[in-house]
């Protein structure tokens, strides 16, 4: 999706283990596929038709990335996850804030792989069905009441900012599947019909080795009256299935085959970019993997 002139896309990858250990950036396993809420306003949970937005579908064993593609100068980026943000820990509000940097720019950023802990350290985007507080929202908000994830761009002042040439990614093809985004498209006296399968929210996976840097340009280089807000909703297969009628997307190849296919992981070379600590908020959320360490033998067939 475009979002204030960002480009946006949604990457499949494996999950890393969550046991301590930090991992290099995984590489892109191909784009989760977006969805328009409206299109399907008659079939999804009655939250959903309220906040708009898109939806996509998510397996248990697979994890999110996102990565950033500007088509013109910098824009600058908050995410949440639930009513959480996600480099802060803090709640999720319009506002851009310096004292404790809680958002990204891009450039500079790339991409983002989960939620910040420690400098120079995320924890990996998971997806798990709400309802025990596994989710990051219902660590640290203590209820799970919006899930999914939430984007607000905003662009940058007249003037502020010179502008740039696009870049682009060893992954995109310009123009290749991206979506603007303006309003929710809405289907007009929608029909409820309560789905199965479950909507989903984001926990915290794996350790990853990554940097949010540093705002060059100063918060006051942002234009925070026309900032652009939209949530992506997440389900699992089965409410995908009711949903649209269709299967739901294959997942990911298994770790075995991955690791056989000897697809690369990524390091960056950005020793001379200036980062922001990580959140004390963020660092006492517990992996999912920790979590779910006593997950019955049901369980596990389910999650394979």
């Not at 998510?58 to 088509?71: D, G, K, N, Q, Y």
């Not at 990554?210 to 409410?239: K, L, M, N, S």
Request: net charge negative; with cysteine.
């Amino acid at each position: 999706m475009v979002l204030n002139g960002l480009s946006i896309r949604f990457h499949r990858t494996l999950r890393v283990p969550g046991d301590g250990r930090v991992s290099a950036l995984p590489p892109s396993l191909g784009h989760f596929t977006l969805h328009p809420v409206g299109q399907f306003a008659s079939r999804v949970p009655d939250d959903w038709r309220e906040r708009g937005g898109w939806f996509i579908c998510m397996h248990r064993r697979e994890a999110l990335w996102l990565s950033f593609s500007p088509l013109g100068g910098p824009v600058a980026l908050k995410v949440g996850v639930g009513e959480v943000n996600a480099l802060t820990g803090d709640p999720w509000g319009p506002e851009l804030h310096d004292d404790e940097q809680d958002y990204l720019v891009a450039p500079p950023q790339p991409w983002l792989d989960g939620i910040v802990d420690e400098d120079g350290e995320v924890r990996q985007f998971v997806a798990t069905t709400p309802g025990q507080g596994h989710t990051v929202e219902g660590q640290i908000a203590g209820a799970e009441t919006a899930g999914g994830i939430q984007l607000r761009a905003y662009a940058a002042r007249e003037g502020a900012i010179a502008p740039s040439p696009p870049r682009t990614r060893p992954w995109e093809s310009p123009g290749d599947g991206v979506v603007a985004y303006s309003a929710p498209m809405m289907a007009p006296e929608p029909v409820a019909s309560p789905a199965p399968g479950s909507p989903m929210g984001i926990a915290a996976g794996g350790g990853i080795r990554q940097e949010i840097y540093t705002d060059p340009h100063g918060v006051g280089a942002w234009d925070q009256r026309t900032a652009t807000e939209v949530v992506v909703h997440i389900i699992d297969p089965a409410g995908y299935r009711h949903i649209t009628g269709r299967p739901a997307p294959p997942s990911p190849v298994t770790l075995e085959s991955y690791l056989a296919a000897g697809l690369p992981w990524f390091d960056l070379d950005d020793e001379h970019l200036p980062a922001q600590p990580g959140s004390e908020t963020l660092k006492g959320v517990a992996s999912l993997d920790e979590l779910e360490s006593g997950m019955d033998a049901g369980a596990s067939a389910e999650y394979w």
